[in-house]
């Protein structure tokens, strides 16, 4: 139902990837921790919510099992981690950090989705999963940064843009419209939403 996001699975999920381990570099840096320690948060920010979704979807083998040479890619990073993230700082502004890692949201959200709903998932459930492969890394790095998850304590909305383009992708499905365009405006929807929020500092309203 899905061929052309599924057959273009590797690339999106690789941006994706590089991405939240970038994200997990910096969170491991911040705390000065060695270089397994980065190598650890790197790999669960990267692949923590991925593989929660394939979890819960009984997908085997996991995605970092398939394609280990990210695995590896990692770890060699991580011995370098200082070098690579003075470079980046240099080379790249932090606008540019913020939007490889509102594209990593995006894309990995969409392609869970559907993953989920190439699976015969309820679209509820679907876009939960989509919320879940897109947000959880984070989650699993900062609990093991000793930290609250972010997720649960920044009011500026996040998995709420994966989960609005979760279901905009959901609705382009049901209305066939070409696989190609239902990624590229779901996907882009959130990292627009993502961006946005951080711009104009939207806040998610608190329930009490």
Request: aromatic fraction near 12%.
């Amino acid at each position: 139902m899905f061929p052309t996001v599924i057959k273009l699975l590797p690339f999106i999920e690789a941006i994706g990837i590089i991405a939240f381990c970038v994200s997990g570099f910096i969170s491991a840096q911040q705390r000065k921790f060695d270089a397994i320690g980065v190598f650890i948060i790197g790999f669960v920010t990267a692949f923590g919510g991925g593989t929660l979704r394939d979890i819960l979807l009984d997908r085997r083998p996991f995605y970092w099992v398939q394609h280990q040479n990210y695995v590896i890619a990692i770890f060699v990073c991580s011995l370098i981690a200082g070098t690579i993230m003075d470079f980046m700082h240099r080379v790249l502004p932090r606008r540019a950090m913020l939007i490889a890692d509102a594209m990593g949201l995006g894309l990995f959200t969409i392609t869970s989705t559907a993953l989920a709903l190439d699976a015969g998932m309820p679209v509820f459930v679907a876009s939960m999963l989509g919320v879940i492969g897109a947000a959880f890394g984070g989650v699993i790095r900062d609990i093991l940064c000793g930290d609250t998850p972010l997720l649960l304590t920044d009011s500026r909305p996040y998995a709420s843009c994966a989960f609005a383009g979760a279901w905009v992708y959901i609705i382009l499905q049901k209305i066939e419209m070409n696989d190609i365009f239902s990624l590229i405006i779901s996907s882009g929807l959130i990292v627009v939403l993502r961006l946005a929020s951080i711009r104009f500092k939207w806040k998610v309203p608190a329930s009490f």
